[in-house]
């Protein structure tokens, strides 16, 4: 055996030693750019790894331009909020002990708890009551020797963190007037506070894109002057952008005075909170995070926290140009994620990753420019294509409520749950009491879906229940989408789940209304559908023209439409084959208006494309209720059907209402019948948001979502204030005490029974 020389030994030796990271400890709480604060009056430097000891408070207050290799928090890391900061690092850690290892990304097997009574370790780049008031910026660095896969990162580890921004009273707002192409100046629908001269904004598309491709119209801009609600702008605009009437486009924000980047897009970081971790997100910005094509490594990230997090929130956050989402709930559950601007996603944005998670709240945020990305490696749900949708789920026991999506790859909203040789869709599912209970996720109803809105997006505006095999809630329980808008796009409603109940929908220039529905039990109320294309109504199913159920609409207009031609698309389709024997379609108060060239498109008629020979021995029936007056209706047939001849009615040709193969009869005494008969038996669910010390008193704030009306939030026994409608944020002042307890209960008298307790 070949022995080394002593100079190898020597040399082998200092590569070694040159290859550990200098640690640099603090000696006791104190500024980070005083000797005295750190062990050996050292202060660190660049590619130094650094330990904030337990008990250790240190206040960051400066701008290090070389970046620090990684910071290791076990005490705690505050940012000076009336300086101006930034902070250089490769990974930024927050876990309990004095652990300077770089690996561990699981947490859970590594992780040292802290004991009873001990506080968190934390990071404090402001916090809830004391938000940053000057400027903080996070640069994350990739560094030599670092695993690139999981750095550089800000990861939380059963800690604290916090990062928090000067406060705006709108992220975003919708047009106050149609802006123009060439116009250097833009009016906002309402006024801004915490916007400035110098912020970047988007002003979203409003036309219908050209193809799916993504031929979009949202356009970036700078402020360079704010007079009231008219913002001028530093380039003239290169698109038309509507901002008047029902269908407007928004300006966003993006602009915050705290910032984590990535100091290079070819290796960029990613953040994310773990189990038994704290801590919230507001007025922060997160942009050219998330790395490309990586399971778990998105711009901001909740893994697998349970109910451990309950009262964390992301709130006025702008997360843009990321590698792999914007706000991905992993495995996590009330979670309130609100007034958020996502802009610029590879993949889904807005995501809720594994079908477990139930009563998140994703409020008033808008979701713009997700891009189709490829299939993860390894990840949870085998169906997912990760190709683009502003808002995607698997499990809809959650609230979705005021949000609008604009010019995603491919969809606004996507529920989906297959369910396959490789993925079992009956999940363990926490339940009102905390327990957990073997579920079908394809049958679990929103708790709250109401006025969301998409317009311009590459497919699809709503698709709700793609892939679920026409399982889903039952009658009692269905799906309830209230006052939705859906704009500018290809197919604005796609509904493939049984038991829906849509009330005061709104479909404009789109070029499919209803589109591949699955009829069965469903109840549409007040559906407005205007300038649609080729089919306002469509059939069962599409092309396969089955109806399995019961369709009920009570309240259909059709405005602005236009002749289709000899032969042409009708306005409702009749579907062929009725596989249940069960399946009719009931319609009252219908209304064409402003129809050029109505009388010569059928308001009911076969669809077009195929027009299979019926295989069910009975046909879909179309029952247009009290149309001849009060009593009176109309039932409307295909001429395939053996029921033209068999019932004993007396068919016809009717101009306007009848096509070339659809034939009337004029019936007397039929009832409209119910589809749906919703139930409420769900407890509301409440989350504490925050607990404030002021004047000697606890001002205690939070939210509550609920299927139904909430009676009442108490907190200590006693009634919380709303401060919106239905309890959707509340507040109260309270003496000072040791906990807080906060729970509901609705006006069916359901009491929640899982409460949120604030120590």
């Keep these: 055996m070949k022995l080394l020389s002593l100079s190898a030994i020597l040399l082998i030796a200092s590569v070694s030693f040159a290859a550990e990271p200098n640690v640099v400890r603090s000696a006791k709480s104190g500024s980070w750019d005083s000797p005295a604060t750190w062990a050996g009056d050292k202060v660190p430097s660049a590619g130094d790894a ?38 250089n690092v490769g990974l930024l850690k927050i876990q309990a002990g004095e652990s300077t290892a770089e690996e561990g990304f699981d947490c859970e097997a590594h992780v040292e708890m802290p004991k009873e009574g001990e506080a968190k370790p934390a990071l404090e780049v402001g916090t809830p009551d004391a938000p940053i008031r000057k400027s903080a910026l996070i640069r994350l660095h990739s560094i030599e020797g670092m695993n690139k ?55 979203t598309g409003t036309k219908y894109p050209s193809d799916s491709r993504g031929d979009y119209s949202t356009e970036e801009a700078k402020v360079v002057s704010i007079d009231g609600t008219k913002l001028t702008l530093e380039k003239p605009l290169g698109y038309d952008h509507s901002g008047t009437g029902d269908y407007r486009g928004e300006v966003a924000n993006l602009s915050r005075n705290v910032v984590v980047e990535s100091a290079d897009l070819t290796a960029r970081g990613h953040t994310m909170y773990h189990r038994y971790s704290a801590g919230s997100i507001s007025y922060a910005e997160f942009r050219h995070l998330g790395k490309e094509g990586l399971l778990g490594r998105y711009s901001i990230h909740f893994h697998l926290v349970g109910n451990t997090m309950r009262g964390s929130s992301v709130i006025g956050a702008s997360v843009w140009d990321s590698g792999n989402r914007w706000v991905t709930i992993h495995g996590t559950n009330y979670l309130v994620v609100r007034d958020c601007v996502g802009y610029k996603s590879v993949g889904h944005g807005f995501f809720l990753e594994d079908g477990t998670e139930v009563y998140n709240v994703l409020d008033r945020n808008l979701a713009v420019g997700a891009k189709r990305g490829k299939r993860l490696p390894k990840q949870v749900l085998p169906f997912d294509s990760n190709d683009g949708a502003g808002f995607w789920w698997a499990n809809s026991l959650n609230t979705f409520t005021r949000n609008v999506s604009c010019e995603n790859a491919r969809y606004g909203y996507r529920f989906e749950a297959t369910k396959g040789s490789s993925f079992n869709t009956t999940l363990p599912i926490m339940q009102p009491d905390g327990t957990k209970k073997p579920v079908d996720i394809r049958t679990l109803p929103f708790v709250r879906f109401d006025d969301n809105e998409a317009h311009g997006d590459g497919l699809y505006g709503i698709n709700i229940g793609e892939g679920v095999d026409r399982v889903g809630p039952d009658e009692k329980h269905p799906f309830i989408l209230r006052r939705t808008k859906i704009w500018e796009l290809h197919y604005a409603f796609r509904v493939q789940s049984p ?23 469903h109840h549409y109320k007040d559906m407005l559908i205007s300038q649609v294309g080729a089919e306002p109504f469509n059939r069962g199913h599409d092309d396969d023209s089955k109806q399995y159920g019961l369709l009920t609409v009570d309240g259909l207009t059709f405005a602005g439409h236009r002749y289709g031609g000899a032969g042409g698309m ?71 059907t053996k029921e033209l001849k068999n019932d004993g009615l007396e068919y016809g040709e009717e101009v306007g209402l009848t096509g070339d193969q659809s034939r009337r009869a004029k019936v007397p005494n039929v009832a409209f019948p119910k589809s749906v008969d919703p139930v409420d038996d769900l407890p509301p669910t409440t989350v504490i948001m925050q607990v404030k010390k002021q004047a000697g008193k606890l001002v205690v704030r939070g939210s509550t979502s609920d299927n139904g009306t909430v009676k009442r939030v108490l907190v200590n026994g006693v009634e919380a204030k709303a401060t919106r409608e239905n309890f959707a944020e509340w507040e109260i002042v309270l003496p000072m005490g040791t906990s807080v307890v906060a729970y509901s209960e ?14």
């Excluded at 331009?65 to 890391?77: E, F, Q």
């Excluded at 919708?174 to 912020?199: F, H, I, P, R």
């Excluded at 609705?746 to 120590?759: F, P, R």
């Design 570 to 640: 009708p306005l409702i389709q009749i579907s062929d084959d009725n596989p249940t024997g069960t399946a009719e379609t009931h319609i009252r108060n219908v209304k064409v208006i402003d129809n050029k060239g109505g009388e010569k498109r059928a308001l009911v008629n076969l669809g077009g494309g195929p027009r299979p020979t019926p295989k069910s021995e009975k046909g879909v029936p179309i029952y247009l209720h009290d149309y001849y007056g009060t009593g009176q209706h109309a039932k409307i047939v295909s001429t395939k």
């Design 149 to 203: 896969d999981s750095c550089p990162a800000i990861i939380c580890c059963a800690g604290r963190m916090d990062i928090h921004g000067t406060p705006m009273n709108r992220t975003w707002v919708k047009l106050g007037d149609t802006a123009k192409k060439g116009d250097s100046t833009v009016t906002l629908n309402e006024a801004v506070t915490g916007w400035k001269v110098g912020d970047k904004l988007i002003i």
């Design 746 to 759: 609705d006006a069916a008298g359901n009491v929640e029974k899982l409460k949120h307790e604030v120590k």
């Design 50 to 87: 650094v330990l904030i000891r337990p008990g250790h408070r240190v206040v960051y207050g400066i701008q290090n331009d070389k970046p620090i290799r990684a910071i290791h928090v076990g005490g705690t890391l505050a940012f000076d909020p009336d300086k101006d900061t930034v902070l």
């Design 499 to 521: 038991s829906v109940l849509v009330e005061d929908m709104k479909i404009h220039k789109t070029a499919y209304g209803v589109y591949h529905p699955n009829y069965d039990r």
